[in-house]
């Protein structure tokens, strides 16, 4: 399964879908199980404030991100790849589509290590969404219009994590490349990480825009939109890493 039918089973167990599931179940059971009920209600009150306080959602994303990279690089590394992260579709400022600010994050890294070390770029993402051009077409234009640094190679067919892999390396090999810094957000990169090195690689994860806070006080705990975002975020990674580990390994059935 694939495409739109996964994102929207993707949706419906991600936060605050799925919160509002469990609240409608535990009101449905109020007239004939009330004890249940009551009990789920509760329970997705508490767990609307868990995952809504920014205190816990940042400790989650914190428990999947890998250590920064270490510059200078490996000698061994021989290209950087930077994945896409969706399009902002028919940006009316730029009267097209072009990168997201989870996009611009990750190519604003790129830019920096291509400049720090040298190394070539490969720029990865297609347009699942379809849009009129691919995230890799995107991310090339506003690293080279807006960044100033080349982009040697894109990868625009893919959909997801593991198309990137796959089909990023069907480009590399070519150049016989397989030592890469893959450039993605830290708190994505152990499932990129994975895919890529099935795929073929060797990987050094170069992680970007770490979730740090800087001082826990109360407001840490009060609930907001923000960390309910970063809660979604968590529970995306979570539910990714176990769909490609089933489907991972039902094909080598």
Known sequence: ???YPLNVIALLLLPPFNVILL?????????????????LLAASLALLYVLSSPFFAERML?????PPVSVPLDN?????VVLGSSSYLNAPEYGSDTVTRLGLERIRYAAWLHRNTGKPILASGGSPFAGRSSEASQMKAALEEEFRVPVRWTEGASGNT???AYKSFAVLKKEGIRNIALITHAWHMPRAMREFEHAGFEVTPAGTSYTIRHKTDFLAFIPTAAALQKSSWFFHEIIGMAWYGLT???EQR
Do not use: C, D, H, Y
């Open 23 to 39: 609240g409608t179940a535990g009101i449905l059971l109020l007239k004939w199980w009330p004890k249940m009920g009551w009990f």
């Open 76 to 80: 061994r590394i021989q290209a950087i």
């Open 248 to 250: 991972a390994a039902r």
């Open 62 to 66: 914190q428990k999947l991100e890998v």
């Open 162 to 164: 593991r198309e990137n």
């Open 1 to 3: 399964m694939s495409g």
